[in-house]
């Protein structure tokens, strides 16, 4: 009779098992598919005649590879990147199995680059959504996803970071940070937890080169679980707004004011009629501390919190008011587009009437009306145009234009660049 091995040992040349991925990756990949979608390029004027066939070249299609993941396999909903299927008029989803699937778009959020398709298709697999707030920097995850079109790959790493934001110049932004491999083609694929549940929709690289360098982020899958129930419900993503015009205060008037050195220095300078923040009590002169217990030290971090606040939810918002600590409860609501006669704060800009952007991942605001007469500014501008920037300071809202204005000097010269179609100019007021 053999030797019984004791407990917690393996018998003699026996091997022990390898620690692998590939039991919780058999259950995941099938869940993970292929994207391309297809955008058809104009014919050219020119071209030379084909042997048999007319006096024109044939239209091509350009052909975006990315990555996608099934989240319900019942309603075969696949979320994606909105840069992957950005202008496609046709999109195909390509399973794991190698089936190509017709796929419709419900619905795309440009401010969170994240997008909803969906296919008809029998036989489909879909991924559990974690609580990606349980995250924690250190935790494993692996990125799954089709790099450089070559076919499916999986990559492993760990969080390196949470709640990244500044990456982009516009739209809402908390992204993971991982150091697991994301590769071009794999945006719109799946970052998973070792349980094989999905944590986040890969997005971006960090790459001065072009080539990974390991650092990585991914749309937490809260974010992408929230767009996704707006964009069945509604069509659209719906903003939540609370009602302030804030501005960042220098570390001279920080120090003025007693602020501790790396607190937060948003100064609360107006507050919207009827706005969850006036409701709740929020005073011009606050300073606010966090929003929902996340510190906050900067009006955009503030702003891409609150951009992320579901509508009909309430937040608690800390402010400091004459060094006493306050913590305020606000109903959030959407967000109603803001319109600004800029001439009722600085007579130079007279004439022009500016609007906030309809879409939410534009930067800058709108001109949308404009009497060439009232001033020279309003005459070198056209309906249309968009205000980047005063005295390099960036705007995304009328809020911010206000907040410049009453902020600037009497008498400041005011640098202001603008974009028209695509093309950037600046204006220099005196």
């Given at each position: 009779m053999a030797p019984s091995a004791s407990a917690g040992q393996w018998p003699q040349g026996a091997q022990s098992p390898q620690p692998s991925l590939a039991p919780m990756l058999e259950k995941v990949t099938p869940a993970v598919v292929n994207i391309s979608s297809?955008?058809?390029i104009a014919r050219p004027h020119g071209g030379f005649p084909s042997p048999g066939g007319p006096f024109a070249p044939p239209e091509r299609a350009a052909r975006s590879l990315g990555s996608g993941?099934?989240?319900?396999?019942?309603?075969?909903?696949?979320l994606t990147n909105h840069h992957v299927i950005r202008n496609g008029q046709s999109i195909t989803v390509t399973l794991q199995d190698g089936r190509d699937l017709n796929a419709s778009v419900i619905g795309s959020d440009p401010?969170?680059?994240?997008?909803?398709l969906r296919v008809n298709a029998s036989g489909l697999q879909a991924l559990p959504l974690a609580d990606s707030s349980e995250l924690r920097v250190g935790d494993y995850v692996v990125a799954v996803g089709n790099p450089f079109g070559l076919g499916q790959a999986a990559t492993s790493g760990i969080v390196s970071a949470i709640d990244r934001s500044g990456l982009q110049k516009s739209g809402y932004q908390s992204f993971i940070q991982t150091d697991a491999s994301i590769n071009p083609g794999s945006s719109g694929g799946a970052l998973v937890d070792l349980r094989g549940e999905l944590v986040g929709i890969n997005t971006m690289i960090y790459t001065p080169s072009g080539g990974n360098v390991g650092i990585g982020f991914a749309v937490p899958s809260d974010v992408a679980a929230s767009v996704m129930q707006d964009l069945l419900e509604h069509g659209k993503v719906r903003r939540g707004n609370l009602g302030l015009d804030t501005f960042d205060l220098s570390a001279r008037q920080a120090r003025s004011m007693n602020l501790p050195n790396g607190s937060s220095r948003i100064a609360v300078t107006g507050v919207q009629p009827q706005s969850p923040a006036q409701k709740a009590g929020v005073q011009t002169g606050d300073i606010v501390l966090a929003l929902n217990g996340k510190a906050v030290r900067t009006a955009n971090e503030l702003r891409n919190l609150e951009g992320l606040l579901p509508l009909g939810s309430t937040a608690t918002l800390a402010v400091q008011r004459d060094g006493k600590q306050h913590t305020l409860s606000l109903e959030v609501t959407a967000a109603e587009r803001q319109r600004l006669h800029a001439g009722e704060l600085d007579k130079r800009l007279n004439g022009i009437?500016?609007?906030?952007?309809g879409d939410t991942s534009q930067s800058g605001v709108t001109i949308t009306s404009l009497y060439p007469e009232r001033s020279a500014a309003a005459a070198r501008l056209r309906q249309?145009?968009?205000?980047?920037?005063i005295n390099h300071a960036p705007v995304s809202r009328v809020g911010d234009v206000r907040t410049l204005l009453k902020n600037a000097q009497l008498g400041q010269q005011l640098l202001l660049s603008f974009s028209r179609k695509n093309r950037q100019f600046y204006l220099l007021l005196n």
């Open positions: 297809e955008q058809p993941v099934i989240v319900d396999a019942a309603n075969g909903y696949v401010a969170t680059d994240l997008a909803l009437g500016l609007s906030d952007p249309g145009d968009v205000l980047l920037s």
